[in-house]
């Protein structure tokens, strides 16, 4: 090829260029592990969601926005997020300042991955109810897909500290740990999950199956709170 010429020049230099190989393998283990991570987050939320509604509402609140408040968590339950955010927004209409509507709020924006939104209702709760364990599992939760793992692992350490049999918390902690490549607070903060409720076995295998690691065997007897 005449090196005069130009076209010609560029095509022997592409030619002589060595492409990478293409770590397909890696990149569907990859792929893999982020969708085992969202339907292991998405089932604990929708668990923790409905574990809250069976509680009393923990504010006075008007038998109307008791029933709203009801209907955005049964609409979560049903898969309906747009309509348990709907029956949120009517609830804080009524009341600006309630707490267990930001929560649903929240929740359901989780679970349809506005995860700012999520973070902002949960931040709000929070403001009105600040030892509320679940808006600070919900904002964890919201903060470790942002990327914001420090801020999930401090909502995480605050839930702990107001109920420290959270299992909800421990996964959180375990989520970020794991994006931040801390592999064994990963897995021993999946492990106290695990031991806290069954609900938190699948993700614990899982995660130690992503990394190469064989997970420690939960005792038969323990006691699931």
Do not use: C
Not at 16 to 33: F, H, M, N, R, Y
Not at 159 to 178: I, Q, R, T
């Amino acid at each position: 090829l005449d090196p005069n010429d130009r076209q010609s020049f560029y095509i022997m230099q592409l030619a002589q260029t060595k492409v990478p190989e293409l770590k397909i393998d890696k990149l569907q283990a990859q792929l893999g592990g982020e969708v085992q991570r969202e339907y292991h987050g998405m089932v604990q939320q929708l668990n923790q969601a409905a574990t809250r509604s069976q509680q009393p509402v923990p504010q006075p609140a008007t038998q109307s926005i008791e029933t709203l408040l009801r209907e955005a968590s049964a609409n979560i339950q049903v898969r309906d997020y747009a309509g348990s955010i709907a029956a949120a927004n009517r609830a804080l209409a009524a009341d600006p300042d309630n707490a267990e509507a930001y929560y649903y709020r929240a929740a359901a924006e989780n679970l349809l991955g506005n995860y700012s939104q999520a973070a902002a209702d949960a931040t709000r709760a929070l403001m009105l109810q600040p030892s509320d364990v679940g808006s600070h599992d919900a904002r964890a939760w919201a903060y470790i897909n942002l990327g914001r793992f420090r801020d999930a692992i401090a909502d995480s350490h605050h839930s702990l500290e107001v109920n420290p049999g959270d299992a909800y918390a421990f996964s959180n902690l375990a989520y970020a740990h794991e994006h931040q490549g801390d592999l064994t607070a990963m897995l021993q903060a999946y492990k106290k999950a695990a031991l806290l409720s069954p609900q938190f076995e699948p993700a614990y295998k899982d995660a130690a199956a992503r990394h190469g690691h064989e997970p420690e065997a939960l005792p038969t007897d323990q006691i699931r709170r």
